[in-house]
């Protein structure tokens, strides 16, 4: 995938879970963090299957 895609994503990854901390804190709720770490997670996986798609057979 293109470098500037990947650092987006990186960023993404990174930064998730601070939030989620601070939401599931004043929600006293876990199921925020596991719809995102789902939502993430399906991100990634799109996004490494577009780049495999784009880059083509090896």
Known sequence: MP???AQALALL???SPEGLMV???ATRDRTPVQ???DE???LVEQ????GQAT???H
Do not use: N, Q
């Not at 996004?47 to 577009?50: D, G, P, W």
């Open 35 to 37: 719809t995102v770490a």
């Open 47 to 50: 996004a490494v299957l577009a």
């Open 13 to 15: 990854v990174e930064s």
């Open 40 to 42: 993430v997670a399906a």
């Open 55 to 57: 880059a083509g057979p």
């Open 23 to 25: 939401i599931a804190r």
């Open 3 to 5: 470098e500037r895609r």
